[in-house]
């Protein structure tokens, strides 16, 4: 039987920390609008306290997360044990997409130290959290991350880098807002 907390514990802090993927699942206020789940790999999450968490946005082919989050903040994360007992947690929340462009990134990003650049930093503030049993999850061996992601951000200069997100990531597939170009600043 799943049971219910109104924010993560020690004992669910160490499952979710323990697992080596997790999905993201967001969705557009209309009713015509795409449900997006997405996977999440590398260590690319950071429990912030017992009512936060964080986690990098490398980027991807779409720009859903951000632009349901700045519609309307629902957002949950699912962690799913491969290996071991089975078990299944499952975090509702609030979700802020903290661009990149942010004065608050460069302070966040030191969570994650493996990573030198992100699209965008993800936090959710906790409304629910749910377990429950996982027993129709298969177990599944962990063999290693896939490295294509962090070597082709990684070997993109800065500029360009930046350039390829703003020109690809601007709307959503429903036509929301995604990443936007902050305002240019006037010397005074």
Not at 11 to 19: E, H, R, S
Not at 156 to 178: Q, V
Request: with cysteine; glycine share 8%; aromatic share 12%.
């Amino acid at each position: 039987m799943g049971k219910s907390f109104d924010q993560l514990n020690d004992g669910l802090i160490t499952f979710i920390k323990a697992q080596k993927m997790f999905f993201v699942a967001t969705a557009p206020l209309s009713a015509d609008g795409h449900v997006n789940v997405s996977p999440k790999g590398y260590d690319s999450l950071a429990v912030i306290d017992n009512n936060t968490v964080a986690y990098l946005d490398l980027g991807g082919s779409g720009i859903e997360t951000q632009a349901h989050c700045r519609e309307n903040g629902r957002i949950t994360l699912m962690f799913c044990a491969f290996e071991g007992k089975a078990n299944i947690v499952r975090i509702f929340g609030r979700g802020e997409a903290v661009p990149f462009t942010d004065p608050r990134f460069a302070d966040l990003l030191k969570r994650f130290p493996d990573f030198a650049r992100a699209r965008a930093i993800i936090i959710i503030d906790i409304d629910h959290v749910m377990d429950s049993c996982g027993w129709g999850v298969p177990f599944f061996e962990f063999k290693g991350e896939r490295e294509q992601l962090q070597r082709w951000t990684e070997k993109m200069p800065y500029d360009d880098w930046t350039e390829h997100r703003f020109n690809t990531n601007t709307t959503s597939l429903d036509g929301l807002p995604g990443l936007t170009r902050p305002a240019a600043s006037e010397d005074v």
